[in-house]
């Protein structure tokens, strides 16, 4: 029973102190949520393939969707190594957006109704534009920013600003009007039996 | 309804200059000449100008002399979208005393769609948050204006010449027709924009005041020819070896956006103020009435003179007039001139189809009659106020047709409402006078089931 529970314990949501998670938000499988991250209702963040951390900072916004799933030709059944999503600090994620992303730094936006693949990295300073879909194998460099319907792409010379008076506005007001799920100190004590 | 998601499957025939083949939510209904203007038989005029962003009137003379742009808004260099100001505060030395700080407001440009700020380009931030913005000088505006110049002078002598040689020939004309008869030949090299009428001979006495006065003396404007060079300057030796780094190379349509520069490094990409759109007005070629008109404001999107063909003639089984409507339709005849498009045979209905006309306030009458039409079920599927349904058949002629088209004439009674009304003594109904007008149409039906 020790390694049932052990396995059942990784398996859970693990959400440090400092974060805001709406309850309406679907989180399942082994996620880490960092501290200072706010999580909208309506979110949904779907580790299935293996689990994903989430750092500091972020923002997560309605109806997006952060999912560490099978790719397309592997089945469920076979034995897949599972792979961690990492996820940096101060990225946004905004509304409807769609990330597949294995692995993101920090300070990267990526905008509305966008779609991120499994293959693409991005660095730091990256802004993926509204709609656009980007499922490139690659790594895209440091501040570049992917915008239009044919997803040109330009390299700015500032960083997207971390949005902390955002975060600091939605720590104060969300938990007026939702229900927060419950926050567990991130390093778990280990079970003993 | 066909007319708002797939336009083009019904299209009427328009007899104007060229033969126009176009759905009626395009097309005008001139009702002094009863008949369909496409937009290819109206003259178009320009109404106002406006800029779209900041929704600012500017009469025509100060767009002509701001080059047709807005003087407060502007275009981002790389992706063509309105640029917003934004505003950080900068921590900046008191004027009185250097060694405090306080922090100051400096404004800069910045493209809320692909995130260009003019930092990029080097453009130091303003401390007034509109008016500091300068576009770059043109280095050859001076050789341009003196060229301009230049030739606006040889025109001119040259019409004069022309207006001499005219008048030595005839002499019984009156010398001031004449320079008003030879103003409506087009003027070289643009000394004056105006319209160009269709009708030669109008007198356009403003124009005259546009050109220098007859009195002033002419200076003599001399320019040197463009001197070409023997020696170009050579390509740089690693042109063909130095790796391209793609993010600081401009687009060619960021290029020409701006033909005085046009740069090759995005890093000398400097924003442009916007573009002005203008409003136009239609005139029937015909009759020279009006047949849209604008309103001035530029927030208002009504018109002040509207006759879209939509609300006069016939759509297809739906009465938008008034009045009771006549209908018959004719099959079109076999060498008919303008049947090409029909691939199939159709057969119409040949009693005549009544239609109710429109009332609006019909819906909310519920005391209302029914109407009373003795339809014949063959012909008349369905009826429903002031609109119709009608079976037609169609014989395809080809086997696998991918779009079936068939053309008739519908013949319709059409009141002119805009006719003057002759009062009548006993002061009863004076009803107008009704005319008929026949319409080509064509109708995509879709391919063929197989």
């Known amino acids: 029973t020790t390694m049932a529970d052990k396995q059942n314990a990784q398996k859970s949501v693990k959400i440090a102190a400092g974060a805001v998670v709406c ?39 309605e109806q997006a969707l952060i999912i560490n799933g099978y790719p397309e030709n592997i089945t469920p059944d076979s034995e897949v190594e599972p792979k961690t999503m990492t996820i940096g600090i101060n990225n946004v994620f905004e509304v409807g957006c769609v990330s597949q992303a294995l692995k993101i730094g920090d300070n990267n936006v990526i905008e509305s109704k966008a779609d991120v693949g499994r293959n693409v990295i991005l660095t730091s300073g990256c802004i993926i534009g509204a709609f656009c879909q980007v499922n490139t194998c690659e790594v895209i460099p440091e501040n570049t920013v992917i915008y239009g319907s044919g997803c040109m792409r330009r390299v700015q010379t500032e960083r997207p600003q971390p949005q902390t008076l955002q975060l600091d506005f939605l720590m104060k007001i969300l938990p007026n009007y939702h229900h927060l799920k419950k926050t567990v100190k991130a390093a778990s004590k280990p079970v003993f039996n | 309804m066909a007319s708002l998601l797939q336009p083009d499957r019904v299209v009427y025939l328009v007899r104007g200059e060229k033969r126009i083949r ?112 300068q576009e770059p000088e043109n280095p050859h505006t001076q050789r341009i204006n003196k060229l301009v110049e230049y030739y606006q002078q040889l025109a001119h002598r040259e019409k004069q010449e022309r207006d001499r040689k005219k008048l030595a020939r005839r002499r019984q004309c009156m010398p001031l027709a ?47 020819p463009a001197q070409a060079l023997e020696e170009v300057e050579p390509l740089p030796e690693d042109c063909y070896t130095r790796p391209i780094s793609l993010p600081e190379v401009t687009t060619l349509r960021q290029r020409l956006l701006q033909p005085d520069f046009q740069p090759a490094g995005a890093s000398q ?102 109407q009373d039409f003795q339809d014949d079920p063959d012909v008349v599927a369905f009826r429903k106020s002031n609109k119709i349904g009608f079976f037609i058949k169609v014989i395809p002629q080809k086997e696998e047709d991918a779009d079936v088209t068939v053309s008739f004439k519908i013949r319709h009674d059409f009141r002119n409402l805009a006719a003057p009304v002759r009062p009548s003594e006993e002061g009863a109904d004076n009803p107008t006078e009704a005319i008929w007008l026949t319409h080509h149409v064509e109708l995509r039906l879709g391919p063929l089931a197989p």
């Not at chain 2, 105006?194 to 003599?220: H, M, Y």
């Not at chain 2, 009045?323 to 057969?347: G, Q, R």
Request: net charge negative; proline share 6%; charged share 25%.
């Open chain 2, 269 to 370: 990409l400097h924003p442009r103020h916007k573009h002005l759109l203008m409003k136009r007005s239609l005139r029937c070629r015909k009759c020279e009435h009006n047949l849209s008109k604008p309103e001035f404001n530029p927030t208002s999107i009504k018109f002040k003179i509207q006759l879209v063909a939509e609300s006069q003639v016939l759509l297809t089984l739906t009465n938008p007039v008034e009045n009771i409507t006549h209908v018959s339709l004719a099959a079109c005849e076999e060498d008919d001139p303008d049947d090409i498009n029909s691939t199939a045979k159709v057969i119409v209905p040949s009693k005549e189809l009544v239609l109710a006309g429109k009332d609006a306030a019909a819906e909310y009458d519920e005391l209302a009659e029914p």
């Open chain 2, 178 to 224: 004449f320079s008003q008869h030879t103003i409506h030949v087009v003027e070289k090299y643009g000394l004056g924009t105006r319209l160009q009428r269709q009708r030669s001979g109008a007198p356009i006495s403003s124009l005259a005041g546009l050109s220098l006065k007859e009195g002033e003396d002419q200076k003599e404007i001399t320019i040197e």
């Open chain 1, 23 to 61: 309850v309406e938000s679907e989180i399942r499988g082994d996620v880490t949520i960092g501290p200072r991250t706010v999580v909208h209702p309506k979110a949904r963040i779907i580790a299935e393939a293996g689990p994903i951390v989430i750092g500091e900072g972020n923002l997560i916004e």
């Open chain 2, 22 to 133: 176009a759905p009626l939510s395009q097309l005008y209904f001139c009702r002094y000449c009863s008949e369909l203007r496409s937009l290819e038989c109206v003259s178009h005029e320009v109404d106002s100008h406006y800029c779209p962003s900041c929704l600012e009137n500017m009469p025509s003379a100060e767009a002509k002399l701001k080059k047709n742009r807005c003087a407060n808004c502007f275009d981002c260099p790389c992706c063509m979208h309105t640029l917003s100001t934004r505003a950080t505060n900068i921590p900046a030395p008191l004027p009185d005393d250097p060694t405090k700080t306080a922090m100051k407001k400096a404004y800069y440009l910045a493209c809320g769609f692909c995130r260009w700020t003019s930092r990029d380009v080097g453009m130091a931030d303003k401390s007034v948050a509109s008016g500091g913005w």
